[in-house]
């Protein structure tokens, strides 16, 4: 099927369309800024891409003449417009979508909006019930799913809980956190998108998608914060307005002010499931709360795709270039990068450097060092050194390196990158990389730290000392200086 896909560099977009370009689909990204839109080399090669603003319906025509689509998503979502032009910027790009729509002769419409099932509802969820009316009056068949708080590392309201979880051992705050919801994992919500396309069961039907709990908001924090170890205290308080809220989410979280506004105005409202016939003709094992935070959490973040036929034994991946789809969190971390340049004709005896690093070959530099970090660890009940390599010359994911786990060994394009099992106030990733172009060619070290609490925030400073010698010369020593 040839697919448009609007919002294709947002959240959701982004971890659709692998998804979709795996199944065999030609996909269309539609997008405000090519600049901005930035998947994989090998992702980029297999999909179309048309620069257009859907707020700007006169240049449709344009753009989108002589077209023909069979199904197209609509993932666009205002959240960061102001209050008074919400619902006039959501009607008119959702317009411009139908218009778009009928010129490319599209047959399915395909929209993810949120849960407005229950009374005064705010501005956010009337807008995005709004959306929803234009797309199902437009003549095309169409499939709607509303859900609520959509649980994945990256997304708006998952870094929000984060966010103050990990930051207020203790909270006070506005009452209407008793609230309920009913949050989906990012994975749940890929599968009913995907699921939906070209499903004659899920033509012109609207359904509402959630996971298996149903929570308060309070509820949510709470549980957030087991999952990751912390204990903490939150006390409601019936006298702390909205925008009290706001400015309190826009400086203890990555929100800015608009977008918390939003949020915390939603947040009054319960966004729960109160029909289930989606499982029906979609049917799929829904993750719970805590599962998801655990997924979001994992060793190493992957794409959709990759997670997705991870977990099916009988998958290959002969379309995508996996090595591309793995990579280190982003947000909350702290990064140590450095690099240096080496010779192109270099690149494969340094490569095969850091592919034998550890075990008795050592660190490099300050063996004396590690193995100190090694014994410390032990006493702690962590694993140490004493693993050491299970092979000198070979390293393959999986692999036990002393206290760390090989989580990819690329030798085709020179990427090796590791995971910390020792005991740790946090996670750490450590990857070593080959990247070259017509003029220059790098190694790259990169020490990515994702703290856990206050605790972990002061190990990273207290250890950027020893990181800054002993990693810059482990570094020279790699590139054979």
């Not at 993810?112 to 009316?133: K, T, W, Y």
Request: include cysteine.
């Amino acid at each position: 099927m040839h697919i448009l896909l609007t919002g294709a560099n947002g959240y959701i977009g982004m971890r659709l369309l692998p998804v979709l370009v795996e199944a065999g689909h030609e996909v269309t990204c539609v997008v405000r800024d090519r600049k901005r839109f930035k998947p994989s080399e090998d992702l980029l090669s297999k999909v179309h891409i048309i620069e257009f603003d859907f707020l700007k319906p006169e240049n449709a025509i344009q753009h989108f003449k002589d077209k023909k689509y069979d199904a197209a998503y609509y993932l666009i979502h205002s959240l960061g417009d102001t209050t008074t032009t919400l619902k006039e910027y959501e009607i008119r790009s959702a317009g411009c979508f139908v218009l778009v729509a009928h010129l490319t002769q599209v047959r399915q419409l395909i929209y993810l909006g949120g849960i407005s099932n229950d009374q005064s509802l705010s501005r956010h969820l009337l807008a995005r019930r709004e959306v929803r009316d234009v797309l199902t009056n437009s003549g095309i068949p169409y499939t709607i799913l509303e859900a609520g708080i959509i649980v994945g590392s990256g997304s708006i309201s998952f870094e929000i809980i984060r966010d103050l979880s990990e930051k207020l051992p203790i909270m006070i705050v506005p009452s209407w956190l008793n609230s309920r919801c009913q949050p989906i994992a990012i994975r749940n919500v890929i599968n009913y998108l995907s699921g939906c396309l070209d499903n004659s069961k899920a033509i012109n039907r609207t359904f509402e998608i959630g996971g298996p709990d149903v929570l308060t908001y309070k509820q949510m924090l709470l549980e957030f914060a087991k999952v990751r170890g912390y204990k903490r205290y939150i006390i409601t308080c019936p006298f702390i307005s909205p925008n009290i809220s706001a400015h309190w989410l826009n400086v203890m979280t990555s929100a800015n002010f608009t977008i918390a506004r939003q949020l915390v105005q939603s947040m009054r409202n319960d966004v729960v499931c109160k029909e289930f016939s989606i499982l029906d003709v979609i049917p799929q094992n829904l993750i719970s709360y805590r599962e998801a935070i655990e997924m979001a959490f994992l060793k190493i973040e992957q794409n959709m795709v990759v997670s997705s036929w991870k977990d099916a034994a009988a998958s290959s991946l002969t379309h995508l270039d996996v090595q591309q789809y793995i990579e280190v969190p982003v947000n909350g971390c702290f990064k140590d990068r450095k690099w240096i340049e080496i010779a192109k004709d270099n690149t494969d005896e340094v490569a095969q450097r850091f592919f034998g690093i550890g075990g008795d070959q050592g660190w490099y530099y300050a063996d004396a060092l590690w193995r100190i970090r090694g014994s410390i660890d032990k006493l702690m009940g962590g694993v140490g050194l004493v693993r050491g390599r299970r092979s000198k010359v070979d390293v393959q994911p999986g692999d036990a390196l002393d206290f760390w786990r090989v989580l990819l060994a690329d030798h085709q394009h020179h990427r090796l990158l590791l995971f910390a099992e020792m005991k740790l106030p946090g996670e750490a990733w450590l990857e070593f990389s080959i990247v070259q172009n017509e003029n220059r060619c790098l190694l790259k070290q990169t020490a990515t730290f994702r703290p856990r609490g206050v605790w972990g925030r002061i190990y990273w400073y207290l250890m950027l000392p020893f990181h800054y010698f002993i990693f810059r010369n482990m570094l020279l020593r790699i590139a054979g200086k």
